[in-house]
C-alpha cells in the first residue's frame, strides 16, 4: 500500500479524507496534528482516538508552540506587524508552521503522498500546497475536498454510509484558536456589514474595573509579566492572554485580500498579541533612532504581506528577519499598559536605553544640547536645497 500523510484536525474535512483515502483509494493514511498553540492535551488525546477510529495506520502529535514562535512569531513581533493595519496574521502564521511540520513528516515516513483538507475557497490551499511543492517536491498532493468540489451535507452523507459517529452539528461560528489569537467566522463575517454578537467571541467578558499591567521586555522579546519572569516567551503570551482575555480587549473584524484575489473577512479576539505588538512598538519609539525606526517599518511591512501569501521561504525573509533582530539590540524596559473592560491603553515606558533623556532638553521647553545661533544656522543650511529650487524657479519663469 503506498503511504500518504494527511494533516489532521479532527472536523469534518480531515476526517472524510481519511475514509476516503484509505478505503476508495487505498492508501495507508498517517495522520498528524501540528499543534500551535490552539489544543488543550485533553482535547489532543480526544482527536489521536477519533483518527485512531477512523482508520489510520498512525497518528502524530507534533507540539509546535516553541518552534512557532522562534521561527514566525518573534518577527512578527519585532516588526509590529499589524496586515492592514488591524490583524496580528494569527491563522495565516500558524498554517506556514504546520506546512512545514507536516512536510516534514512526509520526509520522515518516506510517504509517497500528502494531503489536507482545505478547500477550494480560501488562502491555506496556496499555503499548504506551495510549501508541499518546496519542501517535498515530487510528492503527490490530494485534497479530496477541494478535487471532489464536496458540500457539507455530501461529506457527512459518505461519513455516515461508512458508519461513522461523531458530531455532525455545524457550528453557529467558526473559530480557530491559536497561540497568537483566534479567529472568528460567522454569517456577519460573509458580507461588507456586520459585527459579531457578544455570544460568538471564544472569550466572554467577565473582568471589571481597571488594572496596570507591566511587561518586561528583553532584546525584543517578552520575559516577564508584573514581574513574574518566564523560560520562554509562548509562556509569557499564555500568561498575559490569561489576564487580558477576560477583559475584551484586543477584538476586531480584519477585512483583507486573499492571495486567491477576492477580499475576505473575519472576526478575530488577540488580547495578548495586540497589547504585546503595542507595548512594543511604544517601547521602540523611545529607544531607536529615526531611521532604525523608518526602516523597520517599511521592511515589517513587507514582511508580513509576504508571510501572509505563504512565502516563509522566501530567502528574502531571512534577510528581513536578520535586520529585525540587530534593531533588538537595545529594545530593553518595562511597558505599563492599563486595562478596561473592552479597551487597553500604553501608559508609558522605563528603559536604560530611552533616548527621551532630560540631559539633553526637554521637548517644547528647553534645550541643553544646543543654542538658539545653531538652530537659526541649522535651518538655513537645512533648507538650502530647497530654497535654490525655488529662486531657481521663480527666476525661470520670469524669463
Known amino acids: 500500500m503506498k503511504k500518504i500523510v494527511l494533516g489532521f484536525s479532527g472536523g469534518l474535512d480531515t476526517s472524510y479524507c481519511v475514509k476516503y483515502l ?3 483509494k487505498g492508501y495507508e493514511v498517517h495522520s ?4 500551535t498553540g490552539g489544543f488543550s492535551e485533553d482535547e ?3 482527536i489521536e482516538e477519533h483518527a485512531y477510529t477512523l482508520g489510520v495506520k498512525t497518528h502524530t502529535t ?16 519585532y516588526g509590529n506587524v499589524l496586515k492592514n493595519n488591524t490583524y496580528p496574521l494569527s491563522v495565516s502564521a500558524e498554517r506556514l508552521s504546520q506546512a512545514l511540520h507536516i512536510a516534514e513528516h512526509v520526509k520522515k515516513l518516506n510517504a509517497d503522498a500528502v494531503a489536507h483538507g482545505s478547500t477550494g475557497a480560501g488562502n491555506d490551499q496556496v499555503r499548504f500546497d506551495m510549501i508541499f511543492h518546496i519542501m517535498i517536491p515530487g510528492v503527490e498532493i490530494i485534497t479530496p475536498i477541494r478535487d471532489l468540489k464536496l458540500s457539507r451535507e455530501q461529506e457527512i452523507e459518505y461519513l455516515k454510509s461508512k458508519g461513522v459517529e461523531m458530531n455532525f452539528a ?3 461560528y467558526s ?8 479567529s472568528v467566522g460567522g454569517k456577519e463575517t460573509l458580507s461588507s456589514k456586520g459585527i459579531l454578537p457578544e455570544a460568538a467571541w471564544p472569550t466572554q467578558v467577565t473582568a471589571t474595573g481597571s488594572r496596570e499591567v507591566k511587561l518586561s521586555f528583553v532584546k525584543g522579546e517578552l520575559s516577564g509579566v508584573d514581574d513574574k519572569t518566564f523560560s520562554h516567551p509562548t509562556e509569557a503570551i499564555q500568561y498575559l492572554q490569561a489576564i487580558a482575555g477576560p477583559y475584551g480587549v484586543g477584538r476586531d ?6 492571495i486567491i484575489g477576492i477580499k475576505g473577512r473575519v472576526g478575530f479576539e488577540a488580547a495578548a498579541p495586540m497589547i504585546i505588538l503595542k507595548a512594543h512598538h511604544a517601547l521602540e519609539k523611545h529607544v531607536l533612532t529615526k531611521w532604525q525606526l523608518n526602516w523597520k517599518d517599511q521592511l515589517a511591512q513587507f514582511y508580513g504581506n509576504w508571510l501572509h501569501e505563504g512565502q516563509i521561504l522566501d530567502p528574502v525573509m531571512r534577510d528581513i528577519e536578520a535586520y529585525l533582530s540587530n534593531s533588538q539590540q537595545n529594545v530593553t524596559g518595562d511597558v505599563f499598559v492599563q486595562l478596561q473592560p473592552y479597551r487597553f491603553q500604553v501608559t508609558g515606558i522605563e528603559s536604560a536605553y530611552d533616548l527621551m533623556n532630560s540631559r539633553f532638553g526637554k521637548y517644547g521647553e528647553m534645550n541643553t544640547g544646543f543654542t538658539g545661533d545653531d538652530v537659526r544656522g541649522f535651518s538655513k543650511i537645512f533648507g538650502n536645497q530647497t530654497s535654490i529650487y525655488q529662486l531657481v524657479k521663480e527666476d525661470a519663469a520670469g524669463k
Open 253 to 258: 473584524i480584519h477585512v483583507g485580500d486573499t
Open 170 to 172: 455545524k457550528a453557529v
Open 32 to 35: 498528524v496534528i501540528v499543534n
Open 62 to 77: 507534533v507540539n509546535a508552540v516553541k518552534s512557532y514562535y522562534d521561527s514566525i512569531i518573534k518577527y512578527l513581533v
Open 44 to 46: 489532543l488525546k480526544k
Open 22 to 24: 484509505s478505503e476508495d
Open 175 to 182: 473559530i480557530n484558536k491559536g497561540l497568537w489569537g483566534t
